[in-house]
């Protein structure tokens, strides 16, 4: 049973920075598995934002981020980040972290039925 712990969340102005993180625990080996960050806000699907695969050879992103977010691993740390930079207002949502369902596989990395292990999130607000 692999456990995901988010951090890095807050409250930030349009234009603004922040770095996510995801530590992985359990559940090895964290380092075969693609690694997916997904938001959500109210009412709304999980949305899919970027992914980065189990040897960080292949990184994916939503277009809504792309140019803007970069998403990185360390799998000696077990350790995905999420940089977010150039922050929009829209930008405002709970930013979870999960695992792909399969090793060595990229798959429907959009999809979040393709995931298994979630974190509980982290809240991202990006306020004027």
């Known amino acids: 049973q692999m456990q995901l712990v988010e951090s890095g969340g807050g409250l930030a102005q349009p234009g603004d920075s922040l770095k996510l993180s995801c530590v992985a625990s359990?559940?090895?080996?964290?380092?075969?598995?693609?690694m997916g960050w997904f938001r959500q806000t109210p009412g709304k699907e999980r949305e899919f934002v970027a992914a980065?695969?189990?040897?960080?050879?292949?990184?994916y992103y939503a277009e809504a981020v792309k140019g803007r977010f970069t998403v990185s691993r360390d799998n000696d740390k077990n350790t995905v980040y999420l940089q977010m930079n150039s922050l929009k207002l829209e930008d405002s949502a709970v930013y979870s972290c999960?695992?792909?369902?399969?090793?060595?596989?990229?798959?429907?990395?959009?999809?979040?039925?393709?995931?298994?292990?979630w974190g509980q999130g982290t809240q991202v607000t990006v306020s004027s």
């Open positions: 999960a695992r792909n369902v399969n090793m060595f596989s990229s798959t429907a990395y959009a999809s979040p039925g393709t995931y298994t292990y």
């Open positions: 359990g559940g090895m080996p964290f380092k075969d598995y693609t």
């Open positions: 980065v695969s189990w040897a960080a050879g292949e990184t």
